[in-house]
């Protein structure tokens, strides 16, 4: 396939891992971080820039094994085994960081960053690439796209509760129920760009 084509493909693939086929909102991937980390804003720009980096960078490096070191030895089935090692090591290296660089951050993540490694979502991605047999080009745009995607939502998400803690919520829907709800609704707007491709 020409590069045109498939950056072309790749931009496709991005653009509806965001809107149409939004990982956490279509797959309920993700779900746990989501509901728990989304009380404040900033804590979930940090969390979701630290799921960009760490499902970006997977998928591309998880595709290369794949590719490259599974097929190559008839081990597909190693591929979970091999793909949660990839994951781990990258999001050590990403709480390395924060730690180093944003001490508050770090302490606001608390123990949802090193979470990022059982992440269904990160792991998700990875196997979604595999499934649908993806190019390189197009995984990559997939990754960042599926990860640009699950932070709209947890982002948008922190800035519905941070507004509710000003309203009356019945106490029959404090807590997870209204974090619950607000989810189903924001899974039904994004459902709505579904016609757009």
Known sequence: M???EQMWLMLVTCFSAVF?????????????PFTSVSRE?????????????????????????????LEYF?????????????????VQFVEMVIDRYSPRLYQGLGIFLPLITVNCAILGASLFMVIRDYSFIVTVGYGFGSSVG????????????????ESRIPAGLQGPGITL??????ALAFIGFTGVL
């Open 41 to 69: 804003v900033k804590t979930s720009v940090g969390l979701g820039l630290a799921v960009i980096f760490v499902m970006t960078a997977t998928t591309m490096i998880n595709w290369v094994a794949y590719h490259y070191v």
């Open 20 to 32: 149409t086929s939004n990982i956490l909102l279509t797959y309920f991937l993700g779900m746990c």
């Open 74 to 90: 008839g081990l597909e089935y190693f591929r979970f085994i091999l793909f949660i090692i990839i994951i781990a090591a990258f």
């Open 181 to 186: 709800i607000i989810a189903g609704l924001m």
């Open 2 to 4: 020409p590069i045109s």
């Open 150 to 165: 699950w932070t709209l939502a947890i982002l948008a998400m922190a800035g519905i509760r941070q507004r509710l803690t």
